[in-house]
């Protein structure tokens, strides 16, 4: 399948890092099919809005704490400069340069905000019992991840090793690298300011906090996570990696594609109610070895990133600029649209062969995964998240 | 109960962060009742062993990362430059100053590695069944908590709103201010040098990656818990804050007390053995509004802290220079040593009763409790951890 081209004009401009190999990481908008350097457009003093030396490190931390007035400014300002194309001298091919992670993640959190996602595991984990669990419409369900291994695209992902689960109940456990190792099609937000501790962040607030999204592949191994997660969650299952995808569509580029989100019965607390259509019309794909084998969509989301973020802080949690909340994964009613393997293979069950004949239940030594999204026409979209990719690397000795 | 006095000699010698009100933070090491500043120690010249600018921060974090010869060479400076106390103008009363958090804190992990209290939460919740699951003698069970939300001795702590349990299965949840608001006595470890991603950190070398240990108080709010917790773990419960003691005991100074752990049984995994005496004879203690409810010690832990590194890294998850993990609660088999209040009152059956009358199950507002930590005898600890306290504010509005 070919790569999505286009949805990186003037009505997109994502914020990233690239970087000459070995060279330090430069921030960058991406137009095109070209990075324009943040830094070089502000050194030579073409870009009004944010206070000197806010695009001048490695990381987006300190423009994502200026807020929605200086972000706007700013890309009021680069659609104005870049109209006629980037002035010479301050853009670089994407194809000479690496991408970098463009942020310094202070916290990670992954919900688990599909509800055909959540029947799907019910299903399958809890066959004799309600497939949701109670709480599970009342509030965004959500954890942890670890922060120092969110990655960014391209990069290799070993397997991971750990403890398997017993062969039989009361066994003991298997070491050894992962049996079933999956991934999860995700999108994720970025926060812009926080809030100081103890306080909330309003549901009706979140455009505030939310600087911009990008694709998550939050990379897991089922068997690891079986064994280890009662009763306090997932760990080591998650925390060797997690995949983000290089350039931050900024939530003013997505303004377009705010559609309403599914009904919720019933209705949830008033913390978690925000007036406006907050579901995002994001057409998402997982290739697996070049071939297609899940499309779906991110506005079948059963709660919101407003929700998200209302329910995150009403205990009073703080956020800070840079943290990243990932939705879990994205999964569709019908066949072929589910965001994760061992929901495309029915836990194994019904493996996928791909058009060389190669059988797949779970991710195999060397296999690359690429989740792509976009907002209008695949063809010719009007707003491209291009790509989250990764390759897996044999587990270590 | 009176503080614990003492225990603050050249052998302990931690290390923290202190700020005249108002004024920014600068890097110390306790001595007595003093703070002895690193930043003019080194500016004047005196301290050998790791490169300028290491101490003139904020946060630890630099030091941290230059491993453990660096640490030996600056402790080694340090008690031959304070044997006949600080230099003139180079130290300051703690009664001037504030601590501050002398860590910029990468991934906060939380375990679960005393048996007594997962034998405790498992009769009280699992009535019917075997009170450890079965996972629990063959890994340090552990989650991902937040980063953000830890906060140094003596901030006050907002009790957190939320989701509160139906009063009956089947039923909508209650939305207010958490009605069993809890402690959790804790040790955490603060990491130095981490690994790369991809790699573990065997158990036998964890002492190159530790750098010293604090108190921890892990905050919890059973009833957000109870109801939030499946399947992913504990989420608000648990993030809205995680407080420490302000001074890092190094490991050098906890040499002495390294004691042999209790037997494991089964014996764990190869990735979990390390040869040596790894758990730490560390008395604690637990105060609420001036009565001690609670005495224990650290050395009880069924994992010791090279066992929860390893594990948290043998899936290739990459530690950072500033890292904390804590223990989980730390409960022992007697009556009057568990390490929370849900074990101590018995979820709430036996409430405690204060000198004054005051009858306590969970926290009231303006509760305070303070957890203290030494080596030795409590009249003259040979090496003190100090305490870390907090007040509970009433829920915001």
Not at 9 to 14: A, E, I, K, Q, S
Not at 36 to 41: D, K, S, W
Not at 243 to 257: G, K, N, Q, R, T
Not at 358 to 374: E, K, M, P, S, Y
Request: glycine share 12%.
């Amino acid at each position: 399948m070919p790569s999505v081209s286009g949805g990186f004009g003037l009505d997109n401009l994502p914020y990233g890092a690239v970087a000459r190999p070995g060279e330090p990481a430069q921030l960058a908008v991406r137009l095109g099919d070209e990075a324009v350097l943040l830094g070089e457009l502000e050194r030579r003093g073409l870009l009004a809005g944010v206070p000197a030396g806010t695009l001048s490190g490695p990381v987006l931390n300190p423009l994502l704490a200026l807020g929605r007035d200086a972000w706007e400014a700013l890309r009021g300002a680069l659609q104005e400069r870049l109209a006629d194309g980037p002035p010479a001298g301050c853009a670089v091919a994407l194809s000479d340069v690496e991408v970098r992670l463009p942020l310094a993640v202070g916290d990670y959190v992954d919900f688990y905000s599909s509800l055909e996602h959540a029947t799907n595991l019910g299903r399958m984990f809890r066959p004799d019992g309600d497939p949701l669990l109670p709480n599970w419409r009342h509030l965004p369900v959500g954890y942890h991840g670890r922060a120092s291994s969110v990655v960014v695209s391209g990069t290799p992902v070993r397997r991971p090793r750990g403890q398997l689960p017993p062969a039989e109940p009361g066994g003991a456990p298997v070491f050894g690298p992962s049996q079933r190792l999956d991934i999860e099609l995700e999108l994720g937000f970025v926060t812009g300011p926080g809030n100081a501790l103890g306080t909330a962040v309003p549901a009706s607030a979140a455009a505030e906090h939310v600087f911009g999204f990008v694709l998550v592949n939050d990379w897991s191994a089922r068997d690891i996570q079986r064994w280890e997660y009662q009763p306090l969650g997932p760990f080591l299952s998650k925390s060797f990696a997690t995949s983000v995808s290089p350039w931050i569509v900024p939530l003013a580029a997505l303004e377009p594609f705010r559609v309403p989100a599914p009904p919720q019965d019933p209705e949830p607390l008033e913390y978690l109610r925000a007036s406006g259509d907050w579901a995002l019309d994001i057409a998402l794909e997982v290739e697996l070895e070049g071939t297609v084998v899940s499309r779906g969509n991110a506005r079948g989301l059963y709660w919101t990133f407003p929700q998200q973020l209302a329910h995150a802080t009403i205990n009073g949690t703080n956020v800070r600029p840079g943290d990243l909340y990932a939705s879990g994964t994205i999964s569709g009613a019908e066949p072929g649209t589910a965001g994760s393997l061992i929901e495309l293979t029915w836990a194994g069950r019904d493996p996928l062969t791909l058009p060389d004949g190669r059988i797949r239940t779970f991710l195999a030594d060397g296999d690359t995964v690429t989740l792509r999204g976009w907002c209008g026409d695949r063809d010719a979209p009007a707003v491209s998240f291009g790509e989250v990719t990764g390759t897996i690397l044999p587990a270590g000795p």
